[in-house]
């Protein structure tokens, strides 16, 4: 069973950065792109930004030029966030692409003043 423990999410003022990391516990086999989610209150689960085996990223345009995702020792992802926005207020959520694993509990982003 995969588990995913987010964290690294905070409160922020606009402008600012934050750096979000993931604990995976578990895999799957046969799928290699670790992505971020996220979802605003209200709003539903998003695509934030993916990596691939060979580290080939992806991002929503949203937040192109802003977040760069890459992964750690452990292979596991981290979105690096700059500039951060009112509106990248949300819960951020580690996951395959494709989403097959279970959720975990994300971690809270606000961006506010």
């Known amino acids: 069973q995969v588990q995913f423990v987010e964290s690294g999410g905070g409160l922020v003022q606009p402008g600012g950065s934050l750096r979000l990391s993931c604990t995976i516990s578990?895999?799957?086999?046969?799928?290699?792109?670790m992505a971020w989610y996220r979802q605003a209150p209200g709003k539903e689960r998003e695509f934030v930004a993916a990596?691939?085996?060979?580290?080939?990223t992806q991002y929503v345009d949203s937040v192109k030029g802003r977040f760069t995702i890459s992964r750690d020792a452990m292979a596991a992802p981290v979105l690096q966030m700059n500039n951060l926005r009112p509106d990248d207020t949300a819960v951020y959520y580690c996951?395959?692409?494709?989403?097959?694993?279970?959720w975990g509990k994300g971690t809270p982003v606000t961006v506010s003043s």
């Open positions: 578990g895999s799957i086999t046969g799928i290699y792109i």
């Open positions: 996951n395959y692409r494709p989403a097959v694993a279970p």
């Open positions: 990596i691939g085996s060979s580290n080939i």
